[in-house]
Nanobody, 118 residues
């Protein structure tokens, strides 16, 4: 079983940047497809970006060109670099992992709050 621990959230002004990290425990990090989701109160959890087993990457249209997902196999960590942040990016961001490139995400982090002030 994997355990995911996010860090890096916080308060930033519009136009600023933050980098989220998700440390993954367990020996099979390379065998997980990873993703970042976000959620605001009263809304469904939204996929922001994902990086597949084999490193194919997908971004939601709302973040394309501003956010970058990456993974460091030596550190068992996945990152979300967020640039040109907007107030509408304010949300709790969750890291997720699944052991295949499709299907449900099996493992979730606890979430980290990102707040973008205007």
């Amino acid at each position: 079983q994997a355990q995911l621990v996010e860090s890096g959230g916080g308060l930033v002004q519009a136009g600023g940047s933050l980098r989220l990290s998700c440390a993954v425990s367990g020996p099979t990090f390379a065998g997980y497809a990873m993703a970042w989701f976000r959620q605001t109160p009263g809304t469904e959890r939204e996929l922001v970006a994902r990086i597949a087993i084999g490193d194919m990457i997908y971004y939601a249209d709302s973040v394309k060109g501003r956010f970058t997902i990456s993974r460091d196999y030596a550190k068992n960590t996945v990152y979300l670099q967020m640039n040109s942040l907007k107030p509408e990016d304010t949300a709790v961001y969750y890291c997720a992992a699944r052991s295949m490139n499709y299907g449900q995400y099996e493992y979730w982090g606890q979430g980290t709050q990102v707040t973008v002030s205007s």
